[in-house]
């Protein structure tokens, strides 16, 4: 498990293909943090807001990849790099 900081990934990289996965921070109240597992991610440059889009690594009941935007302002730049099981 590696520590890093937003800054220093690549967006748009598939960090499956290095078999990890990234864990960001998603400061959802004042009080509540959620841990948001994903394989890839984006900034996407909105008109008034930054949002982070994040393919997470699990699959919804129909079988397909969920995508999810947030906005940037509440992601902790914190970062955490995970190896998958069997590396």
């Known amino acids: 498990m590696e520590i890093t900081t937003i800054d ?7 960090y499956s293909q290095d078999n990890c996965y990234l864990v960001f921070y998603h ?4 009080t509540l943090t959620r841990e948001i597992k994903a394989e890839w991610f984006d900034l996407n440059y909105g008109e008034k807001v930054v949002w982070l889009l994040i393919r ?3 699959i919804d009941e ?3 990849t969920k995508y999810r935007n947030v906005k940037y302002e509440n992601i902790d730049p914190t970062v955490r790099v995970v190896k998958k099981n069997g590396v």
């Open 8 to 14: 220093s990934l690549v967006p748009r990289h598939d």
């Open 27 to 30: 400061n959802a109240k004042p």
């Open 62 to 64: 129909k079988n397909q």
């Open 56 to 58: 997470e690594t699990t």
